[in-house]
């Protein structure tokens, strides 16, 4: 069978059109979703160290560690029933729910001292910060142009990310001048006041597709692929905060310092990059690239008493992290209908939170056996475990229209063979 000199071969899958064709990103109502954004992050990072800190101060080490671990785990536990109630009472009524569960219990958070009590502040606003990630990120995908999803996430990352970065050493830093009062207000009021922002946000949940929920999700392979390859680099996120200041020594602390600025930078910076190569020529094949990176700064980091293997595997590492958090979020959004996009959130979140998790308590136990820098080496190995799914993911076929193009987005997994 012969073609016809004139056919013209497909594009991928998730091509763009023609640069003259393309969409506005920053629209209205993306601005103004930015404005809570930047409130449930100011608010969650200005006491993510503070509220640990206060708690030792009332029960030792072991109350902090209560605190976060209640914090995290009733995000976790907000992220998987998160999709439902979108669902059930729309985007913008859960993110307006979430901002003030994250806000109203910091105001009282000093109110006591006791360790119970700083738990249960814990956990609300746990609950309240998945429900603001989740719904607020599935809002964000509808408001970004498909044909140019992946730059408009990439911006997301940074507007989101800034603030985080500046928070986390401001509250510490107004604890020592201010006290815990003024830090716990402070972060309250910044999630209170954002909910203002949201009414002026439209709620587009869709009323009438099927959506596909999150244990479904786990099992379509379309979804649960992105999912593994994030979930192994986030695992080394994880690592790299939790013990790089311990496996370097004590003499090199300043490299320590600029290695974990210079993961974040080189995240955010590469995230830009796959954003704005994904919507040319698809994310797709930004995913094993992502992975291998990944792995291959933080086998670099293993030779710890190196001052330059630090910075430089901490800089690979944040590049390949960044391709995997834009390819990753972009690939999953592209796979389902707008109605599912409240699951593509969690998800994502979810292998964000958890490989992070599991990654710092798997590592810390490896490393007591093998010491830091084969603990390192041996990580980054197993990272490579995701190599399966990333290398199914690199091969997209594309959905020709009648006039020979590529659809811009994939077709939603409801509607096509799961695997």
């Known amino acids: 069978m012969t073609t016809s000199p004139n056919t013209q071969p497909a594009a991928p899958v998730d091509a763009p059109p023609p640069a003259s064709d393309r969409p506005t990103l920053l629209s209205r109502a993306l601005l103004l979703r930015f404005v809570s954004m930047i409130g449930a992050s100011l608010s969650f990072f200005l006491l993510l160290s503070v509220v640990p800190a206060y708690a030792a101060e ?31 009472f729309g985007y913008r009524v859960t993110l307006m729910a979430g901002l003030f569960l994250l806000g109203a219990p910091a105001l009282v958070l000093t109110v006591s001292g006791n360790v119970a009590w700083i738990v249960a502040v814990c956990l609300v606003r746990g609950l309240g910060f998945a429900l603001t990630i989740v719904a607020g990120g599935a809002l964000t995908a509808t408001l970004i142009p498909a044909e140019r999803r992946g730059e408009g996430l990439a911006l997301v990352g940074v507007v989101s990310g800034v603030p985080s970065l500046i928070a986390l050493p401001l509250g510490l830093w107004l604890v020592t001048h201010t006290g815990y009062g003024t830090v716990a207000v402070l972060g309250g009021a910044a999630s209170l006041a954002a909910i203002v922002s949201v009414l002026g ?4 949940q869709p009323k009438s597709e099927e959506s596909v929920g999150v244990f479904r999700g786990l099992r379509t392979g379309a979804l649960l692929r992105p999912v593994i390859v994030f979930a192994a680099t986030a695992t080394a996120t994880g690592i790299l905060v939790t013990f790089l200041p311990l496996a370097v020594p004590s003499a090199s602390a300043g490299v320590v310092a600029v290695a974990l600025f210079v993961q974040p930078a080189s995240s955010t910076l590469f995230r830009w990059v796959a954003g704005r190569y994904g919507d040319r020529h698809g994310s797709a094949r930004l995913v094993l690239p992502g992975l291998l990176l990944s792995a291959a700064g933080l086998l670099i980091t293993a030779a710890t008493g190196s001052a ?29 209908s707008p109605s599912s996009f409240g699951t593509v959130s969690a998800l994502w979140n979810l292998a964000y939170d958890g490989g992070m998790g599991v990654g710092a308590a798997g590592f810390g136990i490896l490393a007591g056996v093998t010491g830091y820098p084969w603990a390192f080496a041996v990580t980054a190995l197993l990272m490579l475990g995701a190599l399966a799914p990333a290398l199914r993911d690199r091969r997209t076929t594309s959905t020709p229209t009648a006039d020979g193009a590529a659809t811009a987005v994939h077709p939603p997994v409801l509607d096509a063979d799961p695997r």
Do not use: K
């Open 308 to 336: 330059i293997a630090v910075v430089t595997g901490a800089a690979v590492f944040g590049a390949g992290f960044g391709l995997a958090q834009n390819a990753t979020l972009t690939l999953m959004y592209a796979r389902v």
């Open 58 to 88: 009332a029960g030792g080490g072991g109350a902090a560690g209560l605190a976060t671990g209640s914090l995290m785990a009733a995000t976790v536990l907000g992220e998987l029933v998160t999709p439902r109630l979108v669902a059930r």
């Open 201 to 204: 946000l439209p709620d587009r």
